[in-house]
């Protein structure tokens, strides 16, 4: 009984192995990737899982011969040996030579995946407690990729979208054909950075630098979704990873818009902006980056995140507030927002968080007085 | 028959009061040090915690241990509790090597690859990216972090007190070997002569590592926060000042004991398993010599 | 070398009555019994929070807990379960059955052990009452990655950090205890190569605890310094390392999973030749695989470091080395199955367990197997395929085989048989309730899913709501075992002295109830 059950049960999950399409639509077998190395990392998870199906069948096809012939039910007599050196040293041997054949291309696939040499693109990724910063070595482009799917879909207040959690602000974008090299590190803790379709995934450790590659093939263009994968503090879970490979043209063509609008961004910095303007913006600010650690409404979390509703810094000077924002507390998880967000952001979550809450202070903090906080 | 039997002890209050004392002293100094790390000052109730465990558990030993020598005197131990008692004791410093091996990997693992990593070389050496100014030399002088967390200005010359210190605690370790033999020809007053001077080299020793500690601080600028090397120095000299401290305070109870007369030239074991813990002491200096101090 | 008990008042009267019988004891069945319902409490407080881990991951979105909550739950379930429930089970299981099976009165040094149990409930005890410190309870995973747990902890680390100290103390304690007993309390003619497996399994395991307790009181000794003293072993700033934290932690780490494991199998050792009607098949290979592990548990840790970034041939190695433990355990596996080819076996309620025991650890062996891969555990690494891989071993593996072993011995305990038809429910509703929560894992962890985060994407919301049902029919199993075990006790339905038929070891020779002394005078063994 046990047996035929058994074999239909394991038909059914080899059929849902072998079959492709059916795995990836069920979600329930390792992705192929687009890469060269996620496909050769995918051949060597097929390979040692057969390996050890193979294995399994043959030992538990003893185990339930035995069961199901040497009961006692049956009327089995026992028999008395309990010894056998050859035996021993064959199932030594045996899974001895398995082990080195298995080895042998894991070896090979590894060695690929260390060789970060001939790196056309250099990339320097930092993880920040919940986001990443993409830094694009030897140009003017620098940013931060947030989480962009909102509170109300995670608190189950608005329908889940197609990419719920895994949807930002910013992607990151790299050009196929290409060999990318990333550096990875962190700013605070311990993050880890994965693509699965890359079959990339690295620890950033804070103070050292990790290095890893990726070449999307050519034809391969699309946009690529992967989380954070080491754990980080509350907000772990949503910390995704997004990544764009355009074609070579078009990734020129997007380097050209960054540097072009971060310009246009400084330029705006010096225009007026009206106290309503700015609680709208900082709102927005604050909901999206602030809100994970000061609370929903700046009422703080536990002992370690202070609450801005009636704090001193909050009601109090108002450069000591800028240089908080600005530059963090070092040794503490408030970091430094100088380089996440510009200054009409950092002029409007201020001006926000001084009269939110009921911290009526009346003040409107503008984006010069960001500038100068800045230049000092 | 006391010799060849097992003896199992009656149901006893040492344990449990043991345990009382040990989660008070443990309660009280996680609550300490939170306290004073969250700019707290003066004394709080976590410092009473702390001191009733510290006076329970000293209390509670005290009287284990008056406990264990009635017992032996009473005759209730044969060979075979005898050989309990030693492998107790073989496996608790094998435990203590264990700890102090995880303090000098952490040693080993900064020294051979995570400083040179920061500071340029081997296999992470794209890590100096994020430390430019950093040049890697042990001791380390400079950290990474430079000006925000200075390191020491100087360390500690091995060839003076860390070789008397040496010295010291060589010597104890013949001083007692001495006291052993006179032990087993039951020679009493040599035992008491050699038995006190191993006491007195161990606390000579301990004099100086304060002497060591205090010229470290005030004229060195080596400290627990002078990164690591300073991390690693105190952790470890400090863990083994400890160890001293403490055997020397054993040995000090075991010469006591002589003096009122305890022990036999057969059956010693509270003299040995002293003797074997200040053997393990002096193994572990010799390794902070070289590994610490010299190299 | 005879040896008979000499103790004052209780010593041959048996126990006396109240509270404080079990809190002054110094015999051996006593301290078990409180290892062991010790370690049920464990099972059900760590459990109750695996129930609301799997209740708030039922559905994508947050419904229950917030996410703060929900890494406190998930850092205490594993530490509960790893160091509250398994261990402790384990030292339980020792504390009853080693003096008995190598004939000995009692534990070699009884005091000791009644200490080394009672740190436990006040160490646990402090852990636990930090979830209702202003703070929280910790929140860096049962592995408390430095700087997570140093510099971003909150302040309730500290009691952490001095619980984990008190649990090694009484981990070494009780280690050297079970050593002591060991070597030097055999009744003559029990040479080392005839000792029970589960003793010898014992004797291993206590040298790895020595070993490692340790080291992990030295890295939690390291982060107690970071945190309020200033140095900088897991700072770069200061020339330290955060990755040095995770080559100490993983020191002691890696061999204890197989301190979690090794008893396992001396457990299965002993209940399969009784079922099977047959001796152990291959005893002395038993012994040297289970040294074998041992040895390689201590060059293997890195395994669990594949993505940090170690140098190329520092992987390459700790993947041969991993690699290499297969060979040992599957000669455990290959005896366990020559026990039972052509022996006469009948399927009581611990030999049902032993048997799950044997098929899901194995598949728990395989997924370890495959994780030791380095290129591919790139893949794997921090995903729910590892959190299925270690749920199979410890699990249906480690908690399984405690949960065999009870069964085989309690009517030695306590002079009764439990309930046979019971039992088997108690098995069928653990076996198809551990799989359905477990296996969907594997799934999941292969599509993408990291571990430790309270909400994820749409893509795997079928295979959570499978593992959920799943989690709330196993651990409402476990109550069932619970009234087993009572009215076990309390029952009537006595037992023989050799309670199994095919039984062999010297703890069937004594009477069931076991006399309160087990062997006042030391028996002949040939
Ligand atoms: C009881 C506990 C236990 C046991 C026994 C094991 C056993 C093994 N484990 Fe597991 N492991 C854990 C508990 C355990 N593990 C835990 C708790 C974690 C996660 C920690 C955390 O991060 O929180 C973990 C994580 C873990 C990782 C890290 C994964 C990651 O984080 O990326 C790895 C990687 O190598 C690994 C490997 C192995 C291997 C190779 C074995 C081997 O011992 C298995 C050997 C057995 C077999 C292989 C089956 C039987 C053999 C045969 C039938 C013979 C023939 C077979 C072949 C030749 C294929 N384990
Ligand atoms: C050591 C043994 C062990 C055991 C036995 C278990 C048992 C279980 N574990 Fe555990 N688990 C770990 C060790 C263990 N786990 C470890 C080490 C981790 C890693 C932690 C980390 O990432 O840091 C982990 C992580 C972990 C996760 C991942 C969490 C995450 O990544 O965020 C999940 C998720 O499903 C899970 C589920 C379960 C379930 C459903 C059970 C079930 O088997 C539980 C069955 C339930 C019961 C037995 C309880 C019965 C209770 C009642 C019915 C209520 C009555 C209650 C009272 C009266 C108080 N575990
Ligand atoms: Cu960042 Cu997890
Ligand atoms: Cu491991």
């Not at chain 3, 509250?84 to 030292?91: E, K, L, N, S, Y």
Request: hydrophobic content about 50%; overall charge negative; glycine content about 8%.
């Amino acid at each position: 009984m046990i047996s035929r059950t058994g074999l239909r049960l394991s038909s059914v999950i080899t059929a849902m192995f072998v079959s492709q399409s059916a795995a990836a639509e069920w979600g329930l077998n390792m992705p192929q990737g687009v890469t060269e190395v996620s496909q050769s990392i995918y051949d060597l998870h097929m390979l040692i899982f057969w390996i050890c199906v193979w294995i399994g069948v043959l030992v538990f096809g003893v185990m339930f011969y035995s069961i199901y012939k040497h009961r006692k039910s049956k009327g089995a007599e026992p028999s008395k040996f309990h010894e056998s050196l050859t035996l021993e040293l064959l199932w030594t041997a045996i899974p001895t030579l398995i082990l080195i054949l298995m080895a042998i291309p894991a070896t090979s696939t590894l060695v690929k995946m260390y060789d970060a040499s001939d790196a056309q693109i250099d990339i320097k990724i930092t993880g920040y407690q919940w986001k990443w910063e993409y830094d694009y070595l030897g140009e003017d482009v620098r940013f931060f990729s947030n989480l962009a799917t909102s509170k109300d879909e995670i608190y189950n207040k608005q329908e889940k979208g197609e990419n719920y959690l895994l949807e930002v602000d910013r992607e990151m974008v790299i050009p196929t054909g290409v060999k990318v090299r990333f550096l990875l590190t962190a700013a605070d803790v311990i993050h880890a950075w994965w693509v699965p379709e890359f079959a990339v995934k690295k620890d950033a450790i804070p103070g050292y630098v990790n290095e890893m590659w990726v070449n999307v093939p050519v034809g391969k263009e699309g946009i690529y979704r992967g989380q954070c994968a080491e754990l980080c503090g509350v907000d772990h879970g949503f910390m995704p990873v997004v990544v764009r490979a355009v074609s070579q043209d078009d990734y020129r063509a997007w380097l050209a818009e960054q540097v072009a609008a971060k310009a246009a961004e400084a330029a705006a910095a010096l225009g007026d902006f009206s106290h309503e303007e700015l609680m709208t913006k900082g709102a927005e600010v604050y909901a999206s980056r602030c809100a994970a650690c000061h609370g929903q409404n700046g009422e703080g979390m536990g002992t370690v995140f202070p609450a801005l509703k009636d704090s001193a810094v909050a009601l109090g000077d108002v450069q000591k507030h800028i240089d908080v924002v600005l530059n963090g507390t070092p040794g503490t998880a408030m970091q430094a927002f100088a380089a996440q967000l510009n200054d009409v952001e950092l002029a409007a979550v201020v001006t926000f968080e001084r009269n939110a809450w009921g911290n009526d202070t009346g003040d409107t903090v503008t984006p010069k007085q960001i500038i100068d906080a800045r230049n000092q | 028959m006391a010799t060849s039997s097992y003896y199992v002890p009656e149901s006893s209050r040492l344990p449990i009061g043991t345990s009382i004392g040990l989660i008070c002293l443990a309660a009280g100094a996680g609550g300490m040090m939170n306290h004073s790390s969250a700019g707290g000052e003066g004394w709080a109730l976590p410092h009473l915690v702390f001191f009733v465990g510290a006076l329970i558990l000293a209390a509670v030993l005290y009287n284990w241990f008056a406990k264990v020598i009635t017992e032996s005197h009473a005759g209730l131990y044969s060979a075979q509790m005898d050989r309990s008692f030693r492998w107790g004791m073989g496996w608790f410093i094998f435990s203590e090597v264990m700890f102090f091996a995880a303090f000098f990997g952490a040693l080993f693992y900064v020294r051979q690859w995570a400083g040179p990593w920061l500071g340029g070389e081997g296999d992470k050496g794209v890590s100096h990216m994020l430390w430019p100014d950093f040049v890697y030399s042990w001791p380390m002088f400079n950290n990474p972090a430079g000006a925000d967390l200075p390191g020491p200005n100087a360390i500690i010359d091995p060839w003076h007190i860390p070789l008397l210190n040496t010295v010291l605690l060589i010597s104890s370790s013949v001083t007692v070997t001495f006291a052993h033999h006179a032990l087993r020809i039951m020679d009493r007053t040599r035992v008491i002569f050699w038995l006190a001077a191993t006491v007195i080299l161990g606390a000579v020793f301990v004099y100086y590592q304060i002497l060591e500690y205090i010229e470290a601080y005030q004229d060195l600028g080596l400290t627990l926060d002078s990164g690591i090397y300073g991390s690693t120095f105190f952790m470890l000299t400090g863990f083994h000042g400890a160890h001293v401290t403490i055997g020397a305070f054993i040995l000090f109870v075991i010469l006591i004991r002589i003096i009122k007369g305890h022990f036999t030239p057969e059956q010693h074991f509270g003299f040995e398993a002293a003797a074997w813990y200040w053997h393990f002491v002096d193994m572990v200096w010799i390794g902070l010599f070289f590994f610490v101090y010299i190299l | 070398m005879t040896s008979v008990v000499t103790s004052h008042e209780d010593g041959h009267h048996g126990p006396a009555k109240g509270l404080m019988r079990w809190v002054l004891t110094t015999n051996h069945k006593d301290i078990g019994t409180m290892y062991l319902w010790f370690s049920f409490t464990m099972l059900l407080i760590g459990g109750a929070m695996a129930l609301i881990i799997r209740a708030e991951l039922f559905e994508p979105g947050m419904q229950l807990i917030e996410p703060e909550f929900f890494n406190q739950m998930t850092t205490m379930h594993g530490l509960i379960m790893v160091f509250g429930a398994i261990m402790p089970a384990f030292v339980g299981l020792a504390n009853w059955l080693v003096p008995m099976m190598v004939g000995a009165p009692d534990m070699a040094l009884p005091r000791m052990n009644n200490l080394s149990f009672w740190i436990l409930p006040f160490a646990f005890g402090m852990l636990i009452l930090t979830l209702f410190s202003e703070a929280g309870a910790p929140n860096f995973g049962w592995t408390f990655y430095a700087p997570l747990s140093t510099t971003y902890a909150p302040s309730s680390v500290t009691f952490f950090i001095f619980g984990v100290h008190l649990m090694g103390i009484s981990s070494i304690m009780g280690a050297i205890n079970i050593i002591a007993t060991i070597l030097n309390m055999r009744a003559p003619g029990m040479t080392l190569m005839k000792m029970p497996l589960f003793v010898w399994t014992w004797l291993i395991t206590a040298y790895l605890l020595i070993a490692v307790m340790p080291v992990l009181a030295g890295v939690v000794t390291m982060m107690l310094m970071d945190i309020h003293f200033g140095t900088s072993f897991f700072n770069a700033a200061g020339g330290g390392d955060p990755v040095l934290f995770q080559h100490v932690f993983w020191f002691f780490g890696h061999p204890e999973v197989y301190i979690m494991i090794l008893p396992a199998f001396g457990i299965v050792s002993q209940i399969i030749p009784t079922f099977a009607r047959k001796p152990l098949f291959g005893y002395a290979s038993m012994v040297y695989a289970t040294a074998s592990i041992a040895f390689l548990s201590f060059i293997v840790w890195a395994h669990h470091m594949f993505t940090v970034g170690l140098p190329l041939a520092t992987e390459l190695f700790f993947m041969y080395a991993t690699m290499l433990i297969a060979i040992p355990t599957g000669v455990k596996v290959f005896n366990w199955v020559s026990t039972m080819f052509r022996g006469s076996m009948t399927f009581e309620t611990p030999m049902l367990f032993a048997l799950a025991f044997v098929v899901l650890f194995t598949i728990g062996g395989f997924s370890g197997l495959m994780l030791a891969i380095a290129p591919a555990d790139f893949q794997y690494h921090d995903t729910y395929f590892v959190v299925a891989h270690f749920h199979y071993v410890l699990v249906p593996g480690a908690l399984f085989a405690i949960i065999a072993g009870v069964y085989y011995w309690i009517p030695k305990w306590c002079g009764n048989y439990y309930n046979e038809t019971l039992g088997k429910w108690h098995f069928w509703l653990s076996f198809i309730g551990v799989n359905i929560t477990f296996f969907p894992m594997h799934f999941v962890g292969l599509a993408g899913m990291p571990r430790r985060i309270p909400d994820y994407a749409l893509q795997f919301a079928d295979f959570n709501a499978v593992a959920s049902v799943g989690a709330f029919i196993f651990g409402f199993s476990q109550l069932l075992f619970l009234y087993i075990v009572i009215t076990t006790i309390r029952g009537n339905n006595k037992a023989s002295a050799e309670v199994w038929e095919g039984a062999e070891g010297l703890e069937w020779t004594l009477e069931s109830p076991a006399p309160y002394h087990s062997f006042s005078e030391p028996p002949e063994v040939k």
